[in-house]
C-alpha cells in the first residue's frame, strides 16, 4: 500500500471571483487561465490558486507539504538565550533584561526551498514572538529578540523585554529557577514553479536554561 499522500483537488470556481479577490495573484480576468479552489486532505487546507490554460499541471501534493519539508532543511533551532546567563546570579526587585542572539537557525530570516515535481515552493522562517517563562509560575510575550543591556541604563526595565523576580529560587533544583524560551516562528511560502499558490503557518522551538535568583544584601554599620 502506498505512503503518499492522498493529492490536492483542484475545483474551477463559476463563477470566476471578482478581479480584487487574492486568487487572481498578479492576474487578471480574461488572462489565459482561471481561478481554482484547492483542497489538500493531508493538511485539511482550502485555498484558492490562479492556474494558467494550459499550463503546469495541479501539484500532486499539497504545496504546503513542500513548505514544511523546507522548513526541515533549515534546521530551526531553539532561542539563542543570550540574557539571563546560566552562570549569572539575579536579584529579587532587580529588572532583568531579556534578549536573544540572532541568526538565521535561531530566529531568521531564514528561507529555503522544496520541490516535487515540477513544483517548487519557497518558504521564509522568521521569529514573531518569544514567550519566556520564568520558573517562579510567570511569563512573559516579547515580540523581537529583545534589547542588550547597557550599563548606562542603570535599574531601568527593559524597554523591549523583560521581567522582575518577587522572589529568589532558593528552595529550586540546584537553587536555580528553570526557564524557558519558546520562540514562534511565522513560516510564508509560494509556489515559485507550478500553479499560483502561497499561505503561511507556524513553527514552535524551544530553548531552556536555569536562572540563580538571590535576595539583594543591605550593608550597614
Same mark, same amino acid.
Given at each position: 500500500?502506498?505512503?503518499s499522500?492522498p493529492?490536492?483537488?483542484?475545483?474551477?470556481?463559476?463563477?470566476?471571483p471578482?478581479a480584487?479577490n487574492?486568487?487572481?495573484?498578479?492576474h487578471?480576468?480574461g488572462?489565459?487561465?482561471a481561478?481554482?479552489?484547492?483542497?489538500?486532505?493531508?493538511? #485539511?487546507?482550502?485555498?484558492?490558486?490562479?492556474?494558467?490554460d494550459?499550463?503546469?499541471?495541479a501539484?500532486?501534493v499539497?504545496?504546503?507539504?513542500?513548505?514544511?519539508?523546507?522548513v526541515?532543511? #533549515?534546521?530551526?533551532?531553539?532561542?539563542?538565550?543570550?540574557?539571563?546567563?546560566?552562570?549569572?546570579?539575579?536579584a529579587?526587585?532587580?529588572?532583568?533584561?531579556l534578549?536573544?542572539?540572532?541568526?538565521?537557525?535561531?530566529?531568521?530570516?531564514?528561507?529555503?526551498?522544496?520541490?516535487a515535481?515540477?513544483?517548487?515552493?519557497?518558504?521564509?522562517?522568521e521569529v514573531?514572538s518569544?514567550?519566556?517563562?520564568?520558573?517562579?509560575g510567570?511569563?512573559?510575550?516579547?515580540?523581537?529578540?529583545?534589547?542588550?543591556?547597557?550599563?548606562?541604563?542603570? #535599574?531601568k526595565?527593559?524597554?523591549?523585554?523583560?521581567?522582575?523576580?518577587?522572589?529568589s529560587s532558593?528552595?529550586?533544583?540546584?537553587?536555580?529557577?528553570?526557564?524557558?524560551?519558546?520562540?514562534t516562528?511565522?513560516v510564508?511560502?509560494?509556489?515559485?514553479?507550478g500553479?499560483?499558490?502561497a499561505g503561511?503557518?507556524?513553527?514552535?522551538?524551544?530553548?531552556?536554561?536555569?536562572?540563580?535568583?538571590g535576595?539583594?544584601?543591605a550593608?550597614?554599620?
Open positions: 500500500m502506498s505512503s499522500p493529492p490536492c483537488t483542484y475545483t474551477k470556481l463559476v463563477p470566476q471578482p480584487d487574492l486568487g487572481w495573484d498578479g487578471k480576468p488572462d489565459k487561465g481561478v481554482y479552489q484547492v483542497y489538500c486532505p493531508d493538511t #485539511m487546507r482550502i485555498g484558492v490558486s490562479w492556474i494558467p494550459g499550463g503546469p499541471a501539484p500532486p499539497d504545496p504546503e507539504v513542500l513548505a514544511h519539508r523546507a526541515d532543511s #533549515m534546521k530551526l533551532v531553539g532561542p539563542d538565550i543570550a540574557s539571563p546567563q546560566a552562570a549569572g546570579t539575579y529579587v526587585g532587580v529588572p532583568l533584561w534578549w536573544v542572539n540572532q541568526s538565521p537557525t535561531t530566529f531568521g530570516p531564514n528561507t529555503a526551498t522544496a520541490s515535481g515540477a513544483v517548487t515552493v519557497s518558504a521564509t522562517a514573531a518569544i514567550t519566556w517563562k520564568f520558573g517562579d510567570t511569563s512573559v510575550t516579547c515580540n523581537g529578540p529583545g534589547t542588550v543591556y547597557q550599563a548606562s541604563s542603570g #535599574m526595565p527593559s524597554p523591549t523585554c523583560g521581567h522582575t523576580f518577587a522572589k532558593a528552595g529550586q533544583s540546584g537553587q536555580r529557577f528553570a526557564l524557558t524560551a519558546t520562540a516562528w511565522q510564508n511560502w509560494t509556489v515559485t514553479a500553479a499560483v499558490d503561511q503557518f507556524t513553527e514552535v522551538r524551544q530553548s531552556q536554561t536555569r536562572v540563580g535568583v535576595e539583594l544584601q550593608v550597614g554599620n
